[in-house]
């Protein structure tokens, strides 16, 4: 069975462009997410679709954050401008369902650097 | 606000047992999952929790005490490619999961 995939997986950027994230979830899980890694900290919640509507996007900085995910299968991230801040990993991880006994599948991440 | 602490960091031989505690204080439980991340890759899943007591898992076990809001992950017989970062998350009420920073295990010779 294919993981979830995402690409790029490096990207390096000037602070104010923009850039932007793709995933290809597990065939069939119904759930979404995007997490924002920082360097020596956890993954952050950033965005959570079920099929193709927002459960919950309470912790996207949507001044510059947007996310989407037409016909409920892949997704994609952008941010607009980029900030230093927002250097970090980008992992995208699928389930089946969004309750909690699902366990979530993480892509490899996109390590974003913006100088 | 949620509060999901672990140790930052810890150091084991090869073939000892290490043990990484979590203690949470969060809106809401539903579970408690471990995972395994490697330096630059995806988190893998380790372990998941929601009763009180003991998982055990091969080399890797888990326990879960509701009541105190503790858990713990087991490594025994630690191997070279046990090091790597260990993360505790808690499922909360929304369904939502909250990691703690990770617990960066060195397995040395």
């Known amino acids: 069975e294919a993981g979830v995939a995402q690409s790029p997986r490096y990207k390096i950027i000037e602070k104010r462009q923009s850039v932007a994230f793709w995933c290809n979830p597990i065939?069939?899980?119904?759930?979404l997410y995007w997490y924002q890694q920082i360097l020596g900290q956890g993954p952050k919640l950033l965005i959570q679709?079920?099929?193709?509507?927002?459960?919950?996007d309470s912790q996207l900085p949507k001044d510059r954050f947007s996310a989407e995910r037409l016909k409920g299968v892949d997704s994609t991230l952008k941010i607009q401008p980029a900030k230093l801040e927002d250097s970090a990993v980008y992992l995208c991880?699928?389930?089946?369902?969004?309750?909690?006994?699902?366990?979530?599948?993480f892509g490899p991440g996109t390590r974003l650097t913006v100088t | 606000g949620q509060n999901i602490d672990q140790p930052t960091e810890m150091t084991a031989t090869e073939g000892a047992i290490v043990q990484i505690n979590c203690t949470y204080q969060?809106?809401?439980?539903?579970?408690l999952f471990w995972y395994q991340q490697h330096a630059g890759e995806a988190p893998t899943f380790l372990s998941y929790?929601?009763?009180?007591g003991l998982e055990e898992k091969g080399r890797f076990s888990s326990f879960l005490s509701r009541s105190k809001g503790y858990s713990y992950l087991l490594l025994k017989e630690l191997q070279m490619k046990d090091s790597a970062s260990y993360l505790c998350?808690?499922?909360?009420?929304?369904?939502?999961?909250?990691f703690g920073a990770g617990t960066t295990v060195t397995v040395r010779a």
């Open positions: 679709f079920q099929n193709n509507g927002v459960v919950d």
């Open positions: 991880a699928s389930s089946v369902g969004d309750s909690g006994t699902y366990e979530q599948y």
């Open positions: 998350a808690v499922y909360m009420d929304d369904y939502k999961l909250s």
């Open positions: 929790n929601v009763l009180d």
């Open positions: 969060t809106s809401g439980f539903n579970g």
């Open positions: 065939s069939g899980h119904a759930t």
